[in-house]
């Protein structure tokens, strides 16, 4: 996919309208199994629509060794251990809890399964008992188990296989009453520009960040590692910049708190168009420049949501921050850490291919 190729995308990714005017619906269902990892299946064994993390993905049912019995229950989702997904799929049904059909009953259970075993990001759980309603408990099914009832709430935030990422308006509103109900710090600095940065994190797969990040720091940004705040901290500082830039992906998804018309600077680290960002610029109205500043050639093709991915002062980021702040900088390819990145990606791969093989040949 060439660069020119990549802005018609995009522009047209932009040209549609996100927010949806359809009205919400609470379904309910009978003898449902939910399978952890997985999802939801209805009486007659087919797997139900929406119920893992995203509505693209589906299962086929088979039968469980053994399953727990709950007579009655709300299903609010399926959620994984990444920020990105926890404030867009983690959020997209609980509005049933402000809906005229909520009321707190004891025989109720309110549930949920995750993706994989990994726990989930403590601000996650934050962000929940902030929205929940003050009595509401949730409940991980780990194991099978049969719901004798099972109400289903529609998702506010959907994903589309022809237009991509759409949203409702109980997705805004659920996202207004965190801005509103979260608690303010009130020894917490803001700053009018703030780079969200992935340096410090041991889970770090971008090469060259650390040259992007410096020349944001000689524009003024004030440099910002979120795992060094709250979840207060840092809403607070989303919501009172004026300029948000991050490297696209998990981080960049944190503009959904930005207020309308901030200037956000959205770093792109591969050729993967990332719809959820789309999405969120069009809930708040920001004024978002996508900037190409990356040669990712050992990014995964089949999942190149998970890197590795190699960052460059590139024509278009030394065009971009001249025009915008004045800053006066060379593109620059350091060409010795790209050859790094080349052969550790190779290495990592030849690792990861010789596990495949061990398991394949000797843990049957």
Not at 13 to 33: D, F, G, P
Not at 93 to 120: A, H, T
Request: proline share 4%; charged share 25%.
């Amino acid at each position: 996919m060439n660069e020119l190729t990549i802005k018609n995308d995009l522009r047209n990714h932009k040209q549609i309208n996100r927010l949806q005017e359809n009205i919400l619906s609470i379904k309910h269902y009978t003898n449902v199994t939910i399978i952890p990892y997985q999802g939801c299946f209805d009486n007659d064994k087919q797997f139900i629509d929406g119920t893992w993390l995203h509505e693209i993905t589906s299962f086929q049912y088979k039968e469980p060794i053994d399953t727990l019995n709950i007579k009655k229950a709300v299903y609010i989702g399926c959620f994984v251990n990444i920020w990105g997904h926890c404030i867009t799929d983690g959020l997209k049904r609980l509005w049933y809890f402000y809906s005229k059909e909520f009321k707190i009953q004891d025989d109720v259970e309110f549930v949920f399964i995750k993706v994989n075993p990994l726990p989930l990001p403590e601000n996650f759980y934050k962000i929940l008992k902030y929205i929940l309603p003050e009595k509401i408990k949730i409940k991980e099914i780990e194991s099978p188990a049969l719901i004798d009832e099972l109400i289903i709430p529609d998702v506010s935030f959907y994903s589309s296989l022809n237009e991509g990422k759409l949203f409702y308006k109980e997705y805004l509103f659920i996202l207004n009453l965190l801005k509103q109900k979260y608690n303010k710090p009130l020894k917490t600095e803001s700053y009018d520009k703030i780079y969200l940065s992935r340096t410090n994190l041991k889970t770090h797969i971008e090469y060259g960040e650390k040259y992007i990040e410096k020349i944001f720091d000689n524009a003024g940004f004030k440099i910002i590692h979120p795992e060094n705040y709250s979840l207060e901290e840092q809403l607070f500082l989303y919501e009172n910049c004026n300029y948000f830039a991050s490297l696209e992906g998990s981080g960049a998804h944190n503009s959904v708190f930005c207020k309308p018309e901030t200037y956000v600077i959205i770093l792109r680290k591969s050729n993967f168009i990332n719809g959820y960002q789309i999405a969120i610029d069009k809930m708040n109205n920001t004024k978002t420049s996508y900037i190409d500043c990356n040669c990712s050639i050992m990014n995964s093709k089949k999942k190149p949501w998970a890197g590795p991915y190699f960052l460059y002062i590139s024509k278009q980021l030394s065009s971009y921050m001249n025009q915008t702040f004045s800053l006066h900088i060379k593109s620059h390819f350091p060409f010795f850490l790209f050859v790094k990145y080349f052969f550790s990606s190779l290495l990592y791969n030849a690792i990861n291919f010789l596990r495949f093989l061990y398991h394949k040949l000797f843990r049957k």
